[in-house]
C-alpha cells in the first residue's frame, strides 16, 4: 500500500511538472532561418552555427540544394516513391522499393531519439524552403511539402541483394535440388573503388598526439560534401556528409575522436531459407509446427509514360523473417539480410558524431544499425582503433552462398548477430598503427595480425592485395611521423606491381634479343623509377603491358607465385609465362606511340585533372598496379586519361586540443559549373596539397568568405 501511494503522489507531481512546464514552442519551418548560419570559408566549406538541431538540419537541407541543385529534392522525392512521376519508367524499381522503405520508416519512427527526429524534419524544412524560393530549378509540379518521414526514409536499411536473389532463382528453376549447396566462387574486383584508413598512436608521432587519415575511393559523382555542423553543446562536428540527407555521415572528427571507414565485409551476410506452405492455408507457412500467415502489400506507382501518367502495381510478400524472394506449390523461400529494415543507422551516426570517448563511440557502435564498412579510429585521449563492423549473422549451420537452407524450427534459422566484442578488431596494438584499404581485417597490424583460421565461417577470407602491401610499406615502421609526413606518404606515387614483376619483364624482353622502338622501351623500363608520379617516363607504357598481359592470360595463371597468406607481404611475385610477357611488350611499344606520339610519354602528360579552367597533370593509379593514391580515368575525344574516381576526400587530423587537420575535395564544393566552389580544389588535389581546416570558431571567423541566414525571407 505504501509502494501504491507514493506511486500515485508521483505520478500526481509529474502531471504537475508536464502540465507547468510545456516544451519549448515549435519554430515554423519558415522562421528556421532565424536560428542558423551558415558561414562559407576558403574553397567554400559550409559551416553551419545552429541554435538546436532542428535548425541545423534546416541548413543542411538548404546548403546541400544550394550547392548540388535538384539533387537533395529529388532523392527525397525518390523516398516518397514518386520519381517515377518526373521521370518515367526507369524508376519504377526504384520507386517500389522506396514506398516499402517508407512504410518501415513511418512505422518506426517514433522509435527515433529525438534529437535524430529533430535533425531530419529540419532537413526536410531547409529543403522545402530552397524549392519554394528556386521552383525554376525544379519540374513542373516539384512538391515543396516534405517530412522528417521522408528523410528517415533515406536511412532505412536495404531489402536482400537482388542479385544474389536472382542467381538463387536462376539455380532453382534450373535444378530439381538447390536445398544445399555452396556459393560461387567470390567475383574478383580488379576497379578496386573503396577507400583507404590508417591511425597512428601517440607512439608513432612527433607531436605525441594520436592521427588519423581518412582517404574513400569512389566516383567524382559520389556526392562526399566537407561540412561542418555546430549546435552548442549538442554536436560540434566535421567531416563528410553524403549529398542528399543529414546523416548520411561516412567519416569525420569532433573535439575528441574521429573515424574513418573503409568498404570490405565480402563474407556473405545475407541467407534464404526454404519454408513449407501449409498444405490447408495456402497463404501460411510452416515453422515451428504453427501454421503461420505470409503477409502481402500492393503498391501503386504513378509513371510518366511519354506524354500521359500510368500506373504500375505490383505486390509484396513478406514474412517477419524476410521478404519471400520465390515460391513454388510445396514451399517458400525467404531472403534473412543483415539491416533489412533497420531505421536506426542515422540515429546511431549522430550518436557517434556527438561521443567524447572510445567507450561512449562503442556503445553508439553497439546498435549495430550501421551493418557493414570497417571503422578505423583515433582519439585525443590518445586510442586508435578498428573493427569490421559487420552485422555478422551468427549461423546455426553451414553458410549456404547461393543456395537455400531449410527450415523448420526457428533454431534452424539465424536470429542473432555475432556479438560486436567477438568482431575482428585492434586496440591499440604493437607498432602503434592500424590501416584499412578494402581488404579482409585479418592484417591490419602486421605486428599482430589476426588468425587466418576465421572464429566464424561468414567472416570474410583474408585477403592482401597490392595496395594494402603498399601502405604496410609506409607506415610499418618505427619512425615517428607529423601530420605533414602522413600527408606526404598518403600522395605516394609508387606502383608497387612494378616492383614484384619487373625484373621477369625485363628478362623475358631480352631473351628475345629486341630491336628498334622494343629495344629503346626496354631500356626505359630499366631506367623506370616505377612510380606513376606526373613527370616519370615509362608508367604508361608499363600499364597497357600489363593490361595486354592480363587479357592474354585469361584462364591461366598472371603471377609466376601467386598471393598466399603463407607469405602476404611478398607475393604475388613474377610472372607467370615469359613468352606471353614479351609479347605483351612488344605490342605495348607501338601501342602507347600510337595513342601519344611516343612510347616515354610521362604519366602527366597522359593523366589529366580537367574541371572548369583546370587541365593539370596528376600523379596516382589503380589499386591493381599498386598504387597508394587510387585514381580512375575516363578516356576524352583527345585521347587523353581524365580522373573521374578514386581519390577525391582526403582528411587528416591530429588530435590535439583543438583538433588540427587538412583537408581536400577534388571535384569542390559543388557540380555546379557556375559555382565559385566547381574547380577552385582541382588544382591544388593534382599537386598533392591540402588546405587546413578551420574547426574552431576564431579560425573559422577568420577565414569566412560569406556567411548568411539560408532562406532568410526579403
Known amino acids: 500500500m505504501r509502494r501504491l501511494l507514493l506511486a500515485s503522489a508521483f505520478v500526481t507531481f509529474a502531471v504537475a511538472l508536464v502540465r507547468t512546464a510545456p516544451p519549448p514552442a515549435r519554430v515554423p519551418a519558415a522562421d528556421l532561418w532565424r536560428q542558423v548560419e551558415i558561414i562559407r570559408t576558403a574553397h567554400g566549406v559550409p559551416h553551419i552555427r545552429a541554435e538546436h538541431l532542428r535548425a541545423g538540419g534546416y541548413a543542411l537541407g538548404w546548403i546541400m540544394s544550394e550547392d548540388y541543385g535538384t539533387n537533395t529534392g529529388m532523392r527525397l522525392l525518390g523516398a516518397r516513391g514518386e520519381r517515377s512521376r518526373f521521370e518515367g519508367r526507369a524508376r519504377l524499381d526504384a520507386d517500389f522499393v522506396n514506398l516499402r522503405a517508407r512504410r518501415r520508416a513511418i512505422e518506426t519512427y517514433h522509435l527515433l531519439d529525438q534529437e535524430t527526429r529533430d535533425l531530419y524534419d529540419g532537413f526536410a524544412a531547409g529543403v522545402n524552403r530552397y524549392i519554394e524560393l528556386h521552383t525554376d530549378e525544379f519540374p513542373p509540379g516539384m512538391p515543396a511539402n516534405f517530412t522528417g518521414y521522408d528523410v528517415a526514409t533515406l536511412d532505412i536499411g536495404d531489402p536482400p541483394p537482388a542479385a544474389k536473389i536472382r542467381r538463387f532463382v536462376a539455380a532453382l528453376q534450373g535444378s530439381d535440388n538447390m536445398e544445399a549447396g555452396s556459393s560461387d566462387p567470390a567475383n574478383t574486383d580488379t576497379t578496386e573503388d573503396g577507400s583507404n584508413a590508417w591511425a597512428f598512436a601517440p607512439a608513432r608521432t612527433k607531436s605525441g598526439k594520436a592521427i588519423l587519415l581518412r582517404n574513400p575511393h569512389l566516383a567524382w559523382t559520389a556526392g562526399y560534401y566537407e561540412a561542418h555542423l555546430t549546435v552548442p553543446g549538442v554536436v560540434d562536428f566535421y567531416g563528410d556528409f553524403r549529398i542528399g540527407g543529414p546523416l548520411t555521415v561516412i567519416g569525420g572528427f569532433n573535439r575528441h575522436l574521429g573515424w574513418a571507414t573503409t568498404n570490405s565485409n565480402s563474407g556473405d551476410q545475407s541467407e534464404i531459407y526454404s519454408l513449407e506452405i501449409d498444405p490447408r492455408a495456402v497463404d501460411h507457412y510452416l515453422l515451428d509446427g504453427a501454421s503461420l500467415p505470409i503477409s502481402h502489400e500492393t503498391f501503386t506507382v504513378t509513371f510518366k509514360d511519354i506524354d500521359k501518367d500510368s500506373t504500375e502495381t505490383r505486390e509484396f510478400w513478406y514474412t517477419p523473417l524476410g521478404p519471400v524472394v520465390h515460391r513454388t506449390e510445396e514451399r517458400i523461400f525467404v531472403a534473412r539480410n543483415p539491416g533489412d529494415g533497420e531505421f536506426r543507422a542515422g540515429e546511431q551516426y549522430l550518436r557517434m558524431m556527438r561521443a567524447t570517448s572510445l567507450a561512449e563511440w562503442k556503445d553508439a557502435m553497439r546498435l549495430r544499425a550501421l551493418v557493414t564498412s570497417n571503422f578505423t579510429y583515433a582519439d585525443r585521449a590518445g586510442n586508435i582503433f578498428e573493427v569490421w563492423n559487420t552485422a555478422l549473422p551468427l549461423l546455426p549451420h553451414a553458410p549456404a552462398g547461393d543456395a537455400a537452407t531449410a527450415a523448420r524450427e526457428m533454431r534452424d534459422l539465424w536470429t542473432r548477430y555475432v556479438p560486436f566484442e567477438l568482431l575482428p578488431q585492434f586496440h591499440n596494438p604493437r607498432g602503434g598503427y592500424v590501416h584499412n584499404e578494402n581488404d579482409s581485417p585479418h592484417f591490419g597490424n602486421v605486428r599482430e595480425p589476426i588468425n587466418i583460421v576465421n572464429a566464424y565461417p561468414n567472416i570474410e577470407p583474408p585477403t592482401l592485395r597490392l595496395r594494402s602491401q603498399h601502405a604496410i610499406q609506409l607506415i610499418d615502421t618505427d619512425k615517428k611521423l607529423s601530420l605533414e609526413d602522413v600527408i606526404k606518404l598518403k600522395h605516394s606515387y609508387k606502383m608497387l606491381l612494378a616492383d614484384r614483376v619487373k625484373p621477369d619483364l625485363v628478362a623475358a624482353v631480352k631473351a628475345t634479343k629486341p630491336t628498334g622502338d622494343v629495344a629503346a622501351a626496354l631500356a626505359l623500363m630499366e631506367k623506370w623509377d616505377n612510380s606513376s608520379a606526373p613527370d616519370s617516363r615509362g608508367g604508361m607504357l608499363f600499364e597497357f603491358w600489363f593490361m595486354r598481359y592480363s587479357q592474354m592470360s585469361q584462364g591461366v595463371p598472371v603471377f609466376a607465385v601467386e598471393w598466399t597468406p603463407a607469405d602476404p607481404l611478398k607475393t604475388p611475385r613474377g610472372l607467370a609465362d615469359a613468352t606471353r610477357a614479351a609479347d605483351a611488350f612488344a605490342w605495348a611499344v607501338p601501342e602507347t606511340a600510337r595513342r601519344f606520339g611516343r612510347f616515354d610519354v610521362a604519366w602527366g602528360e597522359a593523366h589529366r585533372v580537367r574541371r572548369g579552367p583546370v587541365d593539370v597533370p596528376v600523379g596516382g593509379c589503380s589499386g591493381t598496379l599498386g598504387c597508394f593514391r587510387v585514381l580512375g580515368y575516363g578516356r576524352e575525344p583527345d585521347g587523353k586519361f581524365v580522373a573521374n574516381t578514386g581519390d577525391g576526400w582526403v582528411l587528416a587530423i591530429e588530435f590535439g586540443d583543438p583538433p588540427r587537420a ?53
Not at 664 to 682: C, F, K, M, N
Open 662 to 714: 587538412y583537408s581536400v575535395l577534388a571535384y569542390g564544393e559543388s557540380p555546379r559549373i557556375e559555382s565559385p566552389w566547381y574547380s577552385d580544389q582541382a588544382e591544388m588535389f593534382a599537386r598533392g596539397e591540402m588546405k587546413k581546416v578551420a574547426f574552431i570558431q576564431k579560425d573559422v571567423d577568420a577565414q569566412a568568405v560569406t556567411r548568411f541566414r539560408p532562406g532568410e525571407a526579403k
